[in-house]
């Protein structure tokens, strides 16, 4: 239990640290991995992939709201509810802060539908974690 909140501090810790590097005026686009990872600026002030039309106060108690739920699928995967947390803390930390989130990976050579958004480490974290409570939650059923 203590290293799975560790991962999750550590993931919202990492997150807090990689967008405090990028988000700086002097910074310019650049791209990384023969053109696979592009690293670009971007405020979201929106949710995740445009789906929700709500404000930034909205979007924070929703969030606060999923957050809470989460903490109920600790048995199906601890490591994939400590990424939901640590991401979605850290997501939600900078909308309340700033009223938007600063999004700057951008997959470039992914399928269309995956190469016009951008994102950022919070929102792998989540995207995995949510990944492996499903898995841990259909291995357990099985």
């Excluded at 490591?79 to 947390?85: N, R, S």
């Excluded at 803390?89 to 700033?98: A, G, I, T």
């Amino acid at each position: 239990m203590i290293l799975s909140i560790l991962l999750g501090g550590a993931v919202a810790c990492a997150c807090v640290a990689v967008r405090w590097r990028l988000d700086r005026p002097e910074r310019q686009d650049s791209e990384h991995f023969g053109g696979r990872v592009k690293l670009t600026a971007l405020r979201n002030c929106g949710s995740a992939f445009g789906l929700l039309r709500l404000t930034a106060n909205q979007l924070s108690v929703l969030s606060a709201a999923l957050l809470a739920w989460s903490l109920t699928l600790w048995r199906e995967s601890r490591i994939g509810c400590a990424l939901v947390l640590g991401g979605g803390l850290s997501n939600l930390w900078e909308r309340v802060m700033h009223g938007s989130v600063f999004d700057y990976l951008q997959f470039p050579k992914a399928p269309e539908k995956v190469r016009r958004y951008v994102f950022n480490l919070a929102d792998l974290a989540i995207f995995f974690g949510v990944i492996a409570v499903v898995l841990g939650g259909r291995k357990k059923k099985h």
